[in-house]
């Protein structure tokens, strides 16, 4: 399976891709992972792209594709992948599609996430991670009285904010999709990748969606 999850920050890409994971047994390769991980590891590559994520605007196209390549190398993703993330801008889809086509494997689907820009704000503002184990709450849309639990860390879980999901930078990152990331859609719309799903449902229910859309596209 090599499949690219699009959609704007906060849609569910990762957690949809995480539920992928666990049900094809192939990799999610997340840019923006990949990336924080190199800033709080204060390598080089970290640091030069650190600004930009601070700031909602998009990393370098050189630094992204350069980890891209190294990661699809990998050898669990010889048998396919989640792209969650990337490509971000029509440079980045022609980039992935020549790296695809050296190694004779193309896409199979772009699935697009599809959610309306009030849940989405909403989606960003409330989103709290554990910071012990990565796992991903939302304060604001959770039923009120309802404690956040995590079935690794318990009922207390040590909840964070994404530094760039601050109310200042989500409406950057918002602006900046739209602008960079949506000519996207029409770009695999033509090419016959695209497949649009509602995101605007329980995990659970998207998950199904997802799993149709794989099974039409072959996978
Ligand atoms: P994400 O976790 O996907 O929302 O990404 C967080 C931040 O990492 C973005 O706001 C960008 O600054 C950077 N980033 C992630 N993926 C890419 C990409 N494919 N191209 C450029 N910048 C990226």
Same mark, same amino acid.
């Given at each position: ?36 991980? /190199? ?10 792209? %650190? ?26 993703? /010889? ?15 022609? /980039? ?34 554990? &910071? ?14 309802? %404690?956040?639990?995590?079935? %690794? ?7 964070? &904010? ?9 409406? %950057? ?6 602008? &960079? ?30 799993? &149709? /859309? ?6």
């Amino acid at each position: 399976m090599r499949i690219v999850l699009l959609g704007a920050p906060g849609s569910g890409k990762g957690t949809q891709s995480q539920l992928m994971v666990k049900a094809y047994g192939v990799p999610q390769i997340s840019t923006g992972d990949l990336l924080r991980e /190199a800033v709080a590891k204060g390598t080089e590559l970290g640091r030069r792209a %650190k600004a930009a994520i601070d700031a909602g605007t998009l990393v370098d196209d050189a630094i992204v594709l350069g980890m891209i390549r190294e990661r699809l190398d990998g050898s669990d993703a /010889a048998n396919g992948f989640i792209l969650d993330g990337f490509p971000r801008n029509l440079a980045q889809a022609a /980039a992935l599609a020549e790296l695809l086509s050296v190694i004779g494997k193309p896409l199979q689907a772009v699935i697009l996430l599809n959610l309306d820009l009030g849940v989405l704000f909403k989606r960003l503002t409330g989103r709290r991670i554990c &910071q012990d184990c990565g796992r991903v709450f939302n304060v604001l849309t959770a039923p009120p009285g309802t %404690k956040p639990h995590c079935e %690794k860390c318990g009922d207390a879980p040590r909840l964070i &904010q994404r530094p760039d999901d601050r109310e200042e930078v989500i409406g %950057k990152r918002l602006e900046v999709y739209e602008a &960079q990331t949506t000519p996207l859609i029409q770009h695999y719309r033509e090419n016959g990748l695209l497949r649009v799903i509602d995101a605007d449902a329980p995990q659970e229910v998207v998950f199904a969606s997802l799993r &149709q /859309a794989i099974a039409d596209s072959g996978g």
